[in-house]
Structures are given as C-alpha cells and as structure tokens.
Nanobody
Framework: VQLQASGGGLVHTGGSLKLSCAASITRFRFAHMGWYRQAPGKQREFVARMTAAGGRDYANSVRGRFSISRDNSNNMLFLQMNSLKPEDTAVYYC?????????WGQGTQVTVSS
C-alpha cells in the first residue's frame, strides 16, 4: 500500500493550497480516509476525515477554512486549504481513519509565512 501526499509548498498568511493524496488501496471507495499533520516538535494530529459514505469532519482549528474531498474513480483524496495561518505549518499526511502505522508515507510540507 502506498499513500503519496503532494501539493505542499510555501505560502503567505491568508493564502491557499490544495493537497492531493494518491492511494494505492484496493476497495478505496469503501475506505474512510483522513488528513493528518505534524508540526515541528509536536505530535501528529488529526486534520480532517471523509467517510466512505461522504461524511466529513474537521479539527476545530481548521473547520471553515479547510475542505476534504475524494475522487473514488481515481483513488484520490484532496484537502483544499484556504485562509492559511502560520500555525498551519506542518508536514501533512494522508492515511486511513483510524490510521494505520504501516501506511504513513513521506507527507508533504506546508509552510505558511507571516
């Protein structure tokens, strides 16, 4: 299984980025998927999840600014991030929900400058 996150970069406060995750998971359309992030010196934390049925849930810190979506035809997961803040700076990962330790990929770095 591979979960390859991409789309990170350097943006200014208030900017936007869209992250993508290519998932080589069989029966992807039946998987609950999520985005997680890890800031320097902090533990990895939940950001957003999308159930197989299309339900969405967000961490309080990103609700109203981030939007999770998926393309089951192409085994892709997305995270649209708007109104970015310096505290959003982290490495972002995609994984199942609940996450699996053996599914963590390299992640993609998001840096928000003030």
């Amino acid at each position: 299984v591979q979960l390859q996150a991409s789309g990170g970069g350097l943006v200014h406060t208030g900017g936007s980025l869209k992250l993508s995750c290519a998932a080589s998971i069989t029966r992807f359309r039946f998987a609950h998927m999520g985005w997680y992030r890890q800031a320097p010196g902090k533990q990895r934390e939940f950001v957003a999840r999308m159930t197989a049925a299309g339900g969405r849930d967000y961490a309080n810190s990103v609700r109203g600014r981030f939007s999770i979506s998926r393309d089951n035809s192409n085994n892709m997961l997305f995270l649209q991030m708007n109104s970015l803040k310096p505290e959003d700076t982290a490495v972002y990962y995609c994984n199942l929900v609940p996450s699996r330790a053996d599914y963590w990929g390299q992640g993609t770095q998001v840096t928000v400058s003030s």
